[in-house]
């Protein structure tokens, strides 16, 4: 292998970060993890509130790491042999690597932002553009302060499309993150009442999405939600800076990618657009009104990528639900057969209304009986009992036929419940499973949704024999 084809070297790590290293080394990777280190890895040993990456050089080296990012050696693996990059913040070098990556790029950089879909949008564009070039994207649900530089500081230096998640639980990390990764093209996807705990309304959320904007390249592509409450919040962000091309998406006709007509099915959804005056048809393997405007955000994206439209509709018939995100199976347990949706991974008042209406979608073509697992809806601040209670609404007006609840939270919607539809409340998801062992039939339809706290994947994971 040549020095060409390393991801980091020793030279371009001291270049980037200003470190000091006693050796040379090449490294094909980077782990914060010791756990999951591969050889080649540079360990980053960042220090956290309960642990000490310093702690465990002696881990990473047996595991194979090709170097270590320190501020310091600990006495007791002076004799280690293992070459070290030491800083003086092993955090803000792993930024300072993210930012090097990035001058070193040619391709374009994509920045992904809003309250839910991040992670379907951001799997979907790079199912789409590895189509057309070599991509990189952050992997799972890296998406904070560091994730996302570890994300990109991962990324090989041939990338033609780059994709960053960007989430944020309090006021300037998405601003930070933007202008780390510096993109060319920007997404608000949506705005919703996510992580109301740390701020004062859903206007202040709408605001710091914005800042994504902030980071954008002069000349750039801004993306956002025609349809928003927020829009307004969005579009003059936006817009700040003349030099940027502004797309928007939605069902509104004022939008440029818009959404004239869906139909779910059994497999997922028919969709209609129309772009720049022009109609398209494609499908994609998701279910809910919900996911059919991610899939106009991810042409959006394309678009403004600068892949031609009609490609761009081939390519995105491969859109699908992922893993705690909608995703549907056949399930076979204790006997019974019946379809799952695991949507396990995030929940707030309007993400849970999405799936309850995808149940009544999947029910009115299907004819299929619908239950709802659910666990609490995290971080919502000082509403949150009331916006538990509120969801009994959307199950009525879903005819779900039959909902357990788990959760101190959620006790709120049982109680709520119609007695006909209120199965059960737990306090912990593995409780859940006998009472529904018994009520489950053949056929059924069954959501499992939470946010990721409440550990409603847990019941996904045992359903599907992992």
């Known amino acids: 292998m040549t020095e060409k084809e390393y991801l980091w070297t020793a030279e371009e790590a001291i270049e980037a970060t200003g470190g000091k290293s006693s050796q040379k080394w090449q490294a094909n990777g980077l782990s914060i993890d010791s756990r999951v280190i591969t050889e080649g890895d ?3 040993a960042l220090k956290g509130e309960t642990s000490d990456g310093h702690e465990y050089l002696k881990e990473a080296k047996n595991k194979g790491a090709a170097a270590a990012i320190v501020t310091h050696v600990p006495e007791k693996f002076k004799d280690l042999e293992m070459p070290y990059l030491i800083v003086p913040d092993v955090l803000g070098a792993l930024v300072m690597l993210a930012k090097y990556r990035r001058k070193q790029i040619k391709g374009k950089i994509i920045g992904i932002t809003g309250s839910v879909g991040k992670t379907s949008i951001k799997e979907g564009i790079t199912s789409v553009l590895s189509k057309f070039g070599r991509t990189h994207s952050s992997s799972g649900n890296f998406n904070n302060h560091i994730g996302m530089p570890l994300s990109m500081a991962r990324m090989p230096k041939d990338t033609e499309f780059g994709i960053f998640e960007m989430g944020m639980s309090a006021p300037g990390e998405i601003i930070h993150l933007s202008k780390i990764a510096e993109p060319d093209i920007t997404i608000v996807n949506n705005v919703y009442g996510m992580h109301l705990e740390f701020f004062n309304s ?53 939008a440029n990618v818009i959404l004239t007509n869906r139909k779910s099915t059994a497999e997922g959804e028919n969709i209609e657009c129309k772009i720049d005056g022009e109609t398209f048809s494609y499908s994609i393997k998701a279910h809910g ?94 509403t ?29 919607l049982f109680e709520k419940l119609p007695k006909e539809k209120a199965e059960g409340h737990y306090n912990f998801p593995e409780e859940i499973m006998p009472d529904f062992e018994k009520y489950v039939k053949d056929g059924d339809v069954v959501l499992v949704k939470g946010s990721n706290g409440s550990k409603m994947w847990k019941i996904s994971e045992k359903l599907l024999g992992k």
């Open 202 to 254: 859903i206007e202040d959320i709408a605001r710091e999405k914005s800042t994504i904007f902030d980071g954008l390249k002069s000349g750039g592509t801004a993306i956002y939600l025609e349809d928003s409450p927020y829009r307004e919040i969005l579009s003059k962000k936006a817009s700040e800076d003349k030099s940027r091309k502004i797309i928007s998406f939605g069902k509104s006709e004022k």
């Open 289 to 382: 009104a919900h996911q059919a405007i991610n899939s106009l955000a991810v042409i959006s994206l394309a678009k403004a990528a600068g892949i031609e439209i009609r490609r761009i509709i081939v390519a995105i018939e491969d859109y699908s639900a992922q893993k705690g995100r909608g995703k549907i199976s056949n399930v076979k347990y204790h006997g019974k057969n019946f379809t799952l949706i695991d949507d396990s991974y995030n929940a707030g008042p309007d993400s849970m209304t999405a799936a309850f209406n995808v149940l009544k979608e999947i029910k009115h073509h299907s004819k299929s009986r619908t239950l709802a697992l659910v666990g609490d809806m995290l971080e919502l601040g000082s």
């Open 42 to 44: 540079i360990f980053v």
């Open 384 to 412: 949150s009992e009331d916006l538990h209670r509120g969801l009994a609404n959307a199950v009525i007006e879903c005819e779900v036929d039959g909902v357990f609840t788990c959760g101190k939270l959620m006790k709120n």
